[in-house]
């Protein structure tokens, strides 16, 4: 049977990606992406439902589908604020998890951060945390959640610090171990491991750091 998938953050670095590999995914019948504009893509299996998050009511019967694949997030760059980086990480992504879980939608992905920690000081940490609690509570037939480190790859917008920290990595993982949940890890092979994880048997929960992520790639036997 193919999948039919509902995909939150389709603009994002992983997101965007997660969106290319669906869309050539023989396996996968049909996207439709949450987006506040259009992403200008053309394609015979991708539905664009634009919306500004905040009336979810009219999102309810447009949410069905078999799959929910949430890559949402944002930078304290682009949202300053702490109480709307909250609305928008944590706030719109279990909001859409909810109404995906009212229809019928029994697995859900998200990317969440290696550093998630529910007792962290770190703002952005604790956030991370919660959003993958509040989530596993919804309780999904299959919850499967990511937990990439520092990620390669060129964003959109321009970020100082990351760059400088993708420009060290190779070093930084040179004294790391193979399994090493902080190693570095390509946006692309973030997005290849979800993908592949759709297709996999149904588990009740998983988090997947580096090393779970790097057997998900290696897997010949996958279909995704």
Do not use: W
Request: charged share 25%; glycine share 6%; net charge positive.
């Amino acid at each position: 049977m193919k999948t039919s998938i509902i995909l939150l953050g389709a603009s994002g670095l992983i997101g965007n990606e997660v969106l290319r590999l669906c869309l050539e995914n023989k396996n996968i019948s049909e996207v439709k992406i949450l987006v506040r504009k259009s992403l200008g893509i053309e394609n015979s299996k991708l539905t664009e439902i634009i919306t500004d998050f905040k009336d979810f009511d009219t999102l309810v019967d447009k949410i069905q589908g078999n799959t929910l694949v949430c890559c949402l997030g944002t930078t304290r760059k682009k949202t300053p604020n702490l109480e709307d980086y909250r609305n928008i990480d944590y706030g719109i992504t279990l909001k859409v998890a909810e109404i995906a879980k009212q229809h019928g939608i029994f697995e859900v992905h998200l990317i969440s951060a290696v550093g998630a920690d529910a007792k962290s000081r770190i703002f952005y940490n604790k956030l991370k945390a919660e959003t993958e609690i509040d989530l596993l509570n919804l309780n999904f037939e299959k919850t499967a959640i990511y937990r990439p480190s520092l990620l390669i790859g060129e964003r959109k917008e321009f970020r100082f610090g990351e760059k400088i920290a993708q420009i060290l990595a190779p070093i930084f993982d040179f004294f790391l171990s193979k399994t090493n949940k902080y190693r570095s890890i390509s946006y692309q092979k973030v997005a290849q491991a979800l993908v592949k994880n759709i297709f996999k048997e149904k588990n009740k929960s998983e988090i997947l750091e580096y090393s779970k992520m790097q057997s998900l790639l290696s897997d010949t036997n996958n279909v995704g």
